[in-house]
């Protein structure tokens, strides 16, 4: 159900498996916001090929509504000396947005990230066009580090700050 307001719900992060993945991929944005994040099926594509993703459903209270994957060097079989970890991919389904879901699945996903050893930076990148995910982020305390990633604006998330 969608409001127009916050609600408060009960977010969860799980595993995806042979059950929930068919769910997963026909989660999709608004029209309007395609064009900033890539389909599940396309995530959950890399993730097979790459060693350090990370990804989970989100599940407010108990309906899935959306779609997280990191990029998580310390899962690497060899990770560098100071691994990083990114925010490769974040959705909430058209029909579930605005209610302060993306907001809840971002403090669950820094309690992963405080959570893994030897963690040094956590980033984003997003498209910088209107109707974008740039205010979302710099709400959050996300803030840019003056790069530019493939066309994307690079931000940073202050892990050690109090």
């Known amino acids: 159900m969608q409001t127009d307001s916050?609600?408060?719900?009960?977010?969860?992060?799980?595993?995806?498996?042979?059950?929930?993945?068919?769910?997963?991929t026909k989660l999709s944005v608004h029209p309007a916001q395609q064009g900033f994040v890539a389909p599940n099926a396309v995530s959950l594509s890399q993730?097979?090929?790459?060693?350090?993703?990370?990804?989970?459903?989100?599940?407010?209270?108990d309906e899935l509504v959306g779609?997280?994957?990191?990029?998580?060097?310390?899962?690497?079989?060899?990770?560098?000396?100071?691994?990083?970890i990114g925010l490769w991919r974040l959705m909430i389904?058209?029909?579930?947005?605005?209610?302060?879901?993306?907001?809840?699945?971002m403090r669950l996903v820094l309690e992963y990230v405080r959570s893994r050893p030897g963690i040094a930076s956590f980033y984003t990148s997003y498209v910088d066009e209107p109707g974008g995910p740039g205010p979302?982020?710099?709400?959050?305390r996300?803030?840019?580090n003056g790069e530019v990633d493939d066309g994307?604006?690079?931000?940073?998330?202050?892990?050690?700050?109090?």
Do not use: C
Request: hydrophobic share 45%.
């Open 93 to 105: 389904d058209a029909k579930h947005q605005r209610r302060g879901i993306g907001r809840e699945t």
């Open 47 to 61: 993730a097979l090929f790459s060693d350090e993703a990370w990804y989970r459903a989100i599940h407010a209270d």
């Open 6 to 24: 916050l609600s408060i719900v009960n977010v969860t992060l799980r595993e995806i498996n042979s059950d929930t993945v068919r769910a997963v």
């Open 136 to 140: 979302f982020y710099l709400g959050l």
């Open 67 to 84: 779609f997280v994957m990191l990029a998580d060097e310390s899962l690497k079989a060899q990770p560098p000396a100071e691994p990083k």
């Open 152 to 162: 994307e604006v690079v931000l940073v998330y202050p892990l050690h700050a109090r």
């Open 142 to 144: 996300f803030a840019p």
